[in-house]
């Protein structure tokens, strides 16, 4: 499982998954951003979940479990 905001230094977080579904393409990948979703660039990579930005650990550790139990 990987969690990762879009916004990263060096690499936006597209390219980020890029690279990772290319070593392992079954893990598990969670966006989180306070930016609005490019809907084409989304598209093009698989991502299991966004989280928008201002979420509380109880919600984020739900949306975990919910994955982990797969």
């Given amino acids: 499982m990987v ?3 879009i916004s990263i230094p060096r690499m936006d977080g597209y390219e980020f998954v890029k690279r ?3 070593i392992k ?5 969670f966006f989180m951003t306070a ?3 490019d ?3 989304f598209s093009s990579i698989k ?4 989280i ?3 979420i509380s650990g109880t919600v984020l550790g739900n949306v975990i479990k919910r994955y982990i139990n797969d």
């Fill in 25 to 29: 393409p079954e893990v598990k990948v």
């Fill in 47 to 50: 991502i299991d979940e966004v």
């Fill in 52 to 54: 928008t930005k201002r």
């Fill in 3 to 5: 969690i990762s905001d």
């Fill in 20 to 22: 990772v579904k290319e």
């Fill in 39 to 41: 809907d084409m660039k």
């Fill in 35 to 37: 930016y609005e979703i």
